[in-house]
């Protein structure tokens, strides 16, 4: 495609498109569990394109697509052999190029997944460096060494893989003799690239490019923080290192050398019309770390882990709120709020029991988790700044913790010692209507189980009642839309409130009040009731905030 037509492209978008970013709406899409459009269990990219009204509607800016390019699947996409091809199981590239022209028509933007920090084993360089065997110099664009031991038979260094076990996985010869060792931080299907080699740095600029002439508004970075090593590759002196990710500096995640390359990437993307952005999804050990990926001259946002990770306690999210915002003002970016994705548990079910981590197999109190995970939203979306929604949250959909092992395809399911290996809970297909084999996410039904009470939570069922959580959404997201001053801004004030109660005022004449507790708490009424995540009881002056409940006030 050229230059012109991707122009084009943005042709349809709203004028007022600078800095359309830094109060976004953002919904993430998983293709393979969003809608089906050949009717063979998995979703694609027609599927997508099929359901761009109903995102519309819902009232969201920019819709986030996770990896659709030519895979294996060894880890759902996040394996890419061949970054300029859509899996056949997505469609091709020219229903990615329809999918773009119609959110466009919409006044959707769309951004696309990039992997930069390893590829599939099947990708083209990987395969030869194979085949060629040691002195090839395609492997001096992956992490290639020779093993210790007398033999080599032992790993080049400690480090462990995210997925569990260890990083590294030794070769074979091409004439059968065992060989040198490879590093893949995740599956030993993902081996990691060598940043420090140029020719990456060369092919992911192209890579940038060919997407951006294609049409896309921008990227989300996977694993940004994990490009750069340090040098030498220096041993960590110990095990069970899943536990110190997010609270130290490791000598595979978060290098300083990272931003040198996004710099270089910020200058591409400011090349092309439309503010197109770049997102990172960047692990670091404080919210101070994170803003280092979001100074004026690299990447636009970064995920706001920390945030994701909060409690359902009042002071701990007030506390992670105040520090995301003072971290982020300095570097004068905006937050950005996230409570659900494609790797945690759902937060309609994390917050269904006591404080848990992000990844949990209990299903809790269904009831309890939904009307926090209402109140949840209504905070996030009262935030200044960017917020991410994970499809299927405004339907208040629960991760599915009771999937039989058979149907488990997250690659780190049944390895031992790292990441959990649940993630399939919250990847369950979505349901569209009340009936049909798959609750019609497609017409040959879905590559996981789906509950049957999913019929009750499904678009059908929900649209048109004012109590669901569908209509809750599109409710917050137009009120959201209607005042501008909700995304804008760097800070809000707080007001003085209850134990256990969060109220704050934005500009505009808003006032958000949040009940964290487990009972009803009266406080004086701010003003007039705009939205509430459930019934509030209002006369003389004062409200009665129901437990675990947020209200929006006009002032």
Not at 45 to 53: D, N, W
Not at 305 to 311: S, W
Not at 371 to 393: D, K
Request: aromatic share 10%.
């Amino acid at each position: 495609m050229t230059q012109y037509l991707a122009d084009a492209h943005h042709a349809d978008l709203p004028a007022a498109s600078a800095d359309w970013w830094r109060d976004a709406v953002i919904y993430q899409v998983y293709p393979r569990s969003f809608a089906d459009g050949n009717g063979d269990g998995m979703g694609d990219l027609p599927g997508i394109r099929s359901r761009l009204p109903y995102l519309k509607e819902l009232g969201v800016d920019a819709v986030w697509l996770s990896p659709f390019y030519a895979s294996p699947q060894a880890d759902a996409g996040y394996d890419v052999a061949d970054y300029r091809a859509i899996d056949p199981m997505f469609g091709t590239l020219l229903d990615a190029d329809a999918l773009i022209r119609d959110a466009h028509e919409l006044g959707l933007r769309i951004i696309v997944d990039l992997v930069p920090n390893h590829s599939s084993d099947a990708h083209e360089w990987f395969k030869r460096a194979l085949k060629e065997g040691p002195g090839s110099a395609l492997r001096d664009r992956y992490h290639f060494r020779a093993g210790k031991g007398e033999n080599g038979e032992l790993p080049p260094n400690d480090w462990e893989s995210i997925f569990g076990g260890s990083a590294w996985t030794r070769t074979e010869n091409p004439d059968g003799t065992p060989g040198d060792w490879y590093l893949h931080l995740f599956a030993p299907e993902q081996p990691d690239f060598n940043w420090e080699h140029p020719a990456v740095a060369d092919e992911f600029r192209s890579i940038l490019r060919f997407w951006l002439d294609m049409g896309v508004d921008g990227f989300r970075i996977d694993v940004a923080h994990g490009l750069v090593k340090a040098p030498g590759l220096p041993d960590i002196g110990g095990s069970d290192q899943l536990k110190l990710l997010g609270n130290d500096v490791m000598p595979f995640f978060d290098q300083d050398g990272v931003h040198e390359i996004y710099r270089a990437w910020r200058k591409i993307l400011d090349e092309y019309p439309g503010d197109r952005i770049a997102v990172a999804e960047a692990w670091t050990p404080t919210v101070e770390r994170t803003a280092n990926y979001v100074r004026p001259d690299e990447l636009h946002q970064a995920f706001n882990f920390q945030y994701l990770g909060t409690h359902w306690v009042a002071d701990e999210l007030r506390r992670v709120i105040d520090e995301s915002l003072d971290a982020m003002r300095p570097v004068g970016a905006p937050a950005t709020w996230v409570l659900s994705n494609h790797d945690v548990t759902r937060h309609a079910t994390r917050f269904a029991g006591p404080p848990a981590g992000t990844q949990i197999r209990e299903a809790g109190d269904r009831e309890l988790g939904l009307r926090r995970a209402r109140a949840a939203t209504l905070l996030m979306l009262a935030l200044p700044g960017s917020a991410y929604l994970y499809q299927g949250e405004e339907l208040g959909l629960p991760d599915v913790t009771d999937l039989p092992d058979e149907v488990r395809q997250d690659p780190a399911f049944g390895r031992t010692e790292g990441q959990d290996g649940f993630r399939d809970g919250c990847r369950v297909p979505i349901p569209w209507t009340a009936e049909g084999s798959s609750y019609g996410f497609g017409a040959g039904g879905s590559w996981l189980p789906q509950p049957d009470s999913w019929a009750g939570l499904s678009v059908e069922a929900q649209t048109g009642d004012p109590d669901s959580t569908l209509e809750l959404y599109r409710s917050a997201l137009a009120a959201r839309r209607a005042h501008p001053a909700l995304g804008a801004g760097d800070s809000v004030e707080w007001l003085e409130a209850p134990e256990g109660v969060l109220a704050f005022r934005r500009e505009g004449g808003f006032v958000c009040t949040v009940n964290t507790t487990g009972t009803a708490v009266r406080i004086p009424a701010p003003g007039r009731v705009l939205l509430a995540g459930s019934a509030v009881r209002t006369a003389e002056g004062e409200a009665e905030l129901p437990a675990d409940t947020a209200v929006w006030w006009t002032v």
